[in-house]
């Protein structure tokens, strides 16, 4: 801005308010240059504050020991108001009453020492009368009141000197250095500023000139540099996302690769399937063939034996191509479950991306944010430079000055240090994309027991009913203790004592199950009786089911329970088609209906959302939904090949990888194995036998050091396999 800036060229938002969001009146400066209105700062202030903040650039200022009243005045901006309302005024009413004839004539000048307007007769000799001479600098004919022909240099010659604040009625002479530039009055001098560093205002001014002046040429550097600043962040938002853009499609082509080799698999497998059949096939006519030119030259007495040994032939390479059929599909389930994981993987990696773009393009936001402050504290600055500079008033460039000069310092320094840590934030990284090796990952059960845990070597110990785990690897186990009561044992995995419980039922025969419902919460059931028992502060709530479920079935028994942590929620299975949800105050919240075909639920698993049964009395097992009051399923899990009895299953768990494991018997040849499922509920071929005897009760999952394990339990001991 020139010295000779007219006054229309000053922009109207730098004379207003930001808090009322009207023409300043009395502005008061903070150290940020931001001004507000004086009485606006004392309303936004909390009352005995130290410190405000900036309504603008939200900067925090100490305030003066004065306190609002402290800050100083910005006089620059006070006379631009005062001429701007000046000429509002004349605009408006040009008629007004002359100081000295008291006629209400047009206006033709104003006198800024008598504070009041002249007609023009009154004008040419308040002009000329030794009188008033001193008013003579000071009278301003409305010819220039246009804001065209007024300029910011002429502001200064028209008005007078500050007043004294301690004097209000002398003009202030002198500047007060150690109280930051205070404009007195001569009395002052041999009063409270007496031995103070004390300057003559002009000199004062060419002094406060000069070291703006350094401190705005050393400045444009900075300046510079906050400007530079918005491209390279805007640089480095483009690079961000080329970065995740690139990393999306290298993992998408890891995934096709993948996905295409596990598909080349299954179509190889199928191959090798048809090329078996078709070679047993020959075979068995090769076979057929030879023997039927062997039996033509044989006796008729023959062709009887004949039959009998073609169809034994038959029968086993049906039984072959039986066996094929099944490892065949076991093996396109388990590749299935692979492909299932690569797509899981892929979510994965694609979910973390996201989330370290959106944290970059948030902390890139921040310093975007952080630099446009800075930019317009800049242009802050340097509005107000131009200001004092076109004014060149003396008063106001000694308080204004040492302002201006450590508000650069500050918006210099944050320039200094606010571009720490750039660089960085282009970057994403998940790791190795390593899809391969996560979909080669197999979870099966350990051929032979790991280890045994010897319930007799607890000092008190009763048979074991059912058993369950928590994440920190304690095993709770429950059964009856005599004939009116249950125990609930609780012990880690060397099988030490770590609390037991003895419980009163009343009732001398009934089933016995239990759940984790929290890390220190166990519930269990026993015939009629649900209940919650906390290791922590050892309190026990009990509770009879006929009494909180409305038409509970008097020929109806609780078998099993499970517990859903989610949702601080306890499930309870029975003999009939009704399971039975309640909340950890063991309050009946609703009823649910299984669907028509299952027949009881001997026991059930939370899994997925929804509800593995283990139907006893139907000999089948599903997974169902347990949403509403009316149950669906969701599918069937396949029943594995044992014996040639009714097969029915007897216990189910799950892992932390959501892989299904349950029990199965045979009814004819009492064997039982353990059957591993896909958490979609394929089978995907591993299947252990554990017991010939039907000695195995339950079952449960355990976290350990060593990894996870599968718990079974017999009538004194709990059988450790490993998950591989």
């Known amino acids: 801005m020139a010295s000779a800036t007219p006054l229309k060229d000053i922009d109207q938002q730098f004379l207003q308010c930001c808090i009322c969001m009207g023409q300043l009146k009395e502005p008061k400066i903070l150290p940020c240059l931001h001004r507000y209105c004086h009485e606006c700062l004392k309303k936004f202030a909390k009352k005995g504050a130290k410190k405000i903040e900036c309504v603008t650039c939200r900067e925090q200022h100490t305030l003066p020991k004065d306190g609002i009243d402290g800050l100083k005045t910005d006089f620059n901006t006070k006379n631009i108001i005062e001429f701007i309302q000046l000429q509002d005024s004349v605009k408006a009413d040009p008629l007004r009453t002359c100081i000295h004839c008291k006629k209400k004539l047009k206006a033709s000048a104003f006198c800024f020492r008598c504070n009041d307007f002249l007609c023009e007769t009154c004008h040419e000799f308040h002009g000329s009368s030794l009188m008033v001479k001193d008013h003579h600098p000071h009278i301003f004919s409305l ?26 009625g002398k003009l202030s002479e002198i500047c007060c250095m150690t109280c930051d530039n205070l404009p007195i009055c001569i009395p002052c001098t041999y009063g409270k500023h007496q031995g103070h560093n004390l300057k003559e205002v002009a000199s004062l001014a060419e002094i406060q000139r000069e070291i703006l002046r350094s401190k705005v040429a ?46 080349r698999e299954i179509r190889n497998t199928e191959q090798e399937l048809k090329r078996s059949q078709g070679e047993l096939e020959e075979e068995v006519r090769a076979k057929e063939l030879q023997r039927k030119t062997d039996l033509e030259k044989k006796m008729k007495k023959l062709e009887e034996e004949y039959e009998l040994v ?21 093996e396109t389930a388990r590749l299935q479950e692979r492909l299932h994981a690569v797509n899981d993987k892929l979510k994965e990696l694609l979910t973390l991306l996201e989330t370290q773009k959106d944290e970059q393009a948030r902390k890139i936001k921040e310093l975007s944010d952080h630099f446009d402050g800075i930019v317009k504290r800049f242009e802050t600055v340097t509005t107000t430079v131009d200001c004092i500079r076109a004014a060149n008033n003396d008063w106001a460039d000694v308080q204004c000055v040492p302002e201006v000069c450590r508000a650069i310092d500050l918006v210099s320094e944050d320039v200094k240090k606010g571009n720490s840590g750039l660089g960085n934030l282009s970057v994403v990284e998940v790791g190795a994309l390593s899809l391969a090796e996560t979909v080669r990952r197999k979870t099966g059960i350990s051929m ?88 922590e502060d050892q309190f026990l709530k009990l509770a009879i089911m006929k009494d909180v479920i409305p038409n509970w079935l008097s020929n109806q028994e ?153 718990l079974l339990t017999k009538t004194k001991q709990i059988l450790v396999y490993g998950l591989v």
């Open 448 to 535: 032979d027991v790991q280890s045994v845990i010897d319930m007799q070597n607890v000092e008190k110990w009763w048979p074991i009913s059912d058993i369950t785990s928590n994440t920190d690897g304690s095993i709770a186990v429950i059964g009856r203790a005599s004939s009116n009561q249950i125990h609930l044992t609780v012990v880690n995995m060397k099988g030490d004592l770590l609390q037991q419980k003895l419980i009163t039922t009343y009732q001398t025969f009934c089933r016995c199950r239990c759940s984790f419902l929290a890390q220190s919460q166990i519930v269990f059931m026993c015939g009629g009786i649900l209940g919650i028992y906390d290791m």
């Open 310 to 330: 073609r169809e034994e032939e038959r029968r086993e390479a049906d039984a072959s191509f039986k066996k094929l059929q099944e490892e065949s599909k076991r």
């Open 143 to 168: 010819s220039e009141a246009e804001a065209a022909n007024l300029t910011l240099q002429k502001l200064p010659s028209l008005k007078e000197a500050p007043r004294c604040q301690a004097h209000p």
């Open 558 to 710: 609780a078998y099993s329970i499970t517990t859903d942590p989610a949702n601080d929620n306890i499930i309870v299975g029975s003999s009939s088609r009704n399971v039975y949800k309640f909340n950890n105050q063991l309050k009946h919240i609703r009823t649910i209906t299984l669907p028509a075909g299952i027949q009881c639920a001997h026991d059930i698993a939370m899994h997925e959302g929804g509800l593995l049964v283990c139907d006893s009395e139907g000999d089948q097992a599903f997974a169902v939904t347990v949403h509403g009051t009316a149950s669906q399923v969701k599918y069937e899990l396949t029943e594995p090949t044992i014996g040639r009895g009714d097969r029915w299953p007897r216990s189910v768990c799950t892992d932390q990888s959501g892989h299904i494991y349950m029990l199965w018997r045979d009814g004819r040849t009492t064997r039982s194995v353990i059957v591993q499922y896909s958490k979609h509920g394929g089978q995907i071929g591993t299947m252990r036998e554990v017991d010939r005897n039907h000695n195995i009760l339950s079952m449960t999952s355990v976290q350990t050091k060593q990894g996870e394990k599968l």
């Open 218 to 263: 050393d400045s444009m550097q900075y300046k510079e540099k906050a400007y530079q600043m918005q491209e390279e962040i805007r640089k480095t938002k483009e690079k961000l996302d080329l970065n995740v853009n690139r990393e999306k499609l290298k993992a998408q082509e890891q995934l096709d690769a993948e996905g295409d080799r596990i598909k």
